[in-house]
Structures are given as structure tokens and as C-alpha cells.
């Protein structure tokens, strides 16, 4: 993909968020960073830590927008740090599924989430989410990307489409790896992110930058969501 194609994609998803928050008008404004570059620093000395993004943890939660009572799924839930913030927000009616793909690492979410009853760690095929048709309001998916198999990722995003309510979204954390400092293997290109989202039924609504990382967070609707049901499915 070429460095047009790149800001292409950036600048739809910016048009898509300022046209949600005209049509909701009840984004927080005030809240929303500027892209403006006050201290060139901050873009150079970025951390390249494989964990940074978690010191933006109130942003990415803000961003998220998650309500008690909602029901998300954390794919790839590894030590199940996101999944115990998850769990404080959804409160006791919601429920957060953290889904690994070992025994072992299951086991040992159960550990660390014992104090957390609403967080219900599961072993999740390496294809697919694993969980029943239309289970979840919010898949969050840090780090993983670059690991999920399908037959193509873009059968994951057609699965992730089944797992979701028909307005649930989908938030990708991933490394970018054109300015990565470490690990640029561990990340995917946003633009080839996008291709597959799009490719598999989903629009970018959102994607942000994470300052002081080399991480992004990009969150996803389904397509048919856009549409009006017809008459006959009402
Ligand atoms: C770098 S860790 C990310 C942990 C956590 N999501 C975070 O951001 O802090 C990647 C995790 O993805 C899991 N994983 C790898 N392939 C997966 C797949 N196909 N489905 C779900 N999880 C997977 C790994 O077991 C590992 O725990």
C-alpha cells in the first residue's frame, strides 16, 4: 500500500468520527487530543516498549466507551490486564469472556481474575472467537491481530461479524510497524488492516494514534449495520 493510500484511510476514518459526533452530539470534545505537534520529542522518543499503550489506559477506555452492563470479549487476553479494567466497567451485570489459546494460559486467567466474577477466561480456538452467534457488544482484540488465523483474516472478520450484536463493534491495538522502534514483525500496517476489515464486512469509525507509542487504535461497525432492515426483517 502506498503512503497515499495510508492517509486515505486515515482521513475517512477522521470523516467518519466528525460525522458521528455531528449526528450524536454528544462527543466530549474536550476530551479528544490534538493531532497539532506541540514537542517534535514526543513523536521521536516514543516508547517502543511492547506494553506502552497501557499507560493510556483512560483514554483507550474513554474511547471504548464501555457501559455497565456490557457484554465484550477480550481475544487473546494474555496476563488479563485489560480484561480486569473491562470487568470494573461492565460491573456486576456485564460479563467480559478473556479468550485464550492454551490451557495453560486459561488456567492461569482464572487465577489472576478470581476476584473479578463477572471475567470468564475460556480456551478459543485459534480461527475463530469460539463464542455463540451474537454474544458480545465489543471485541477487543490488543496485540493479537497479527497472530489471528483463518483461512484468511478476512474469514476472521466475517466470524468477528457473528460473535458481535449487528451494531457491535470491534477495537484493533496493534503496532504500526512504519514507525515501530521494536517488534515491527508484531504489528500490521493500518492500511492492510483496514483492506481486510473492509474485505470481511466492517468500516474503520474511528482510528487514533497513541501518542508516545508506536501503537494504534483503530475500532470497527459492521457494514450492514448502515443499512435500514428490509420491511420482511423487522
Ligand atoms: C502480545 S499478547 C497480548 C496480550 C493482551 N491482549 C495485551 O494487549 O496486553 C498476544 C496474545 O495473543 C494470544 N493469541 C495468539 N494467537 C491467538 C489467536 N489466534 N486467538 C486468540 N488469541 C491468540 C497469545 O496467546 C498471547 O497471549
Redesign the pocket.
Known amino acids: 500500500m502506498s503512503r497515499r493510500s495510508d492517509l486515505w484511510i486515515f482521513l475517512t476514518a477522521i470523516f467518519a468520527l466528525i460525522a458521528f459526533a455531528a449526528r450524536g452530539g454528544e462527543v466530549e470534545v474536550s476530551v479528544i487530543p490534538s493531532s497539532r505537534v506541540r514537542d517534535p520529542n514526543i513523536l521521536v522518543q516514543r516508547d517502543g516498549g511492547?506494553?506502552a499503550?497501557?499507560t493510556y489506559l483512560d483514554f483507550i477506555l474513554q474511547r471504548l466507551d464501555i457501559q455497565p452492563g456490557d457484554r465484550i470479549l477480550?481475544?487473546?487476553?494474555?496476563?488479563g490486564?485489560?480484561t480486569a479494567h473491562f470487568a470494573e466497567k461492565v460491573g456486576a451485570e456485564g460479563t467480559v469472556y478473556a479468550?485464550?489459546?492454551?490451557q495453560e494460559?486459561v488456567d492461569r486467567l482464572k487465577q489472576r481474575l478470581q476476584d473479578h466474577p463477572n471475567a470468564k477466561p475460556y480456551l478459543?480456538?485459534?480461527?475463530r472467537?469460539g463464542l455463540p452467534d451474537q454474544s458480545v457488544d465489543l471485541v477487543?482484540?490488543?496485540?493479537?491481530y497479527h497472530?489471528?488465523?483463518g483461512q484468511t483474516r478476512i474469514d476472521y472478520w466475517r466470524e468477528l461479524a457473528k460473535t458481535v450484536t449487528p451494531s457491535g463493534r470491534v477495537a484493533v491495538?496493534e503496532t504500526y510497524p512504519q514507525i515501530a522502534l521494536q517488534g515491527k514483525d508484531?504489528g500490521t500496517p493500518l492500511s492492510t488492516l483496514v483492506r481486510e476489515a473492509e474485505e470481511g464486512g466492517w468500516i474503520p469509525v474511528e482510528v487514533w494514534f497513541i501518542p508516545g507509542t508506536q501503537h494504534y487504535l483503530a475500532i470497527f461497525i459492521q457494514q450492514r449495520a448502515f443499512f435500514p432492515k428490509p420491511a420482511s426483517q423487522q
Open positions: 511492547g506494553y499503550y497501557r477480550d481475544l487473546g487476553a494474555g496476563d490486564w485489560w479468550g485464550e489459546v492454551t494460559l478459543c480456538p485459534r480461527n472467537p477487543f482484540i490488543s496485540q493479537v497472530h489471528l488465523e491495538i508484531h
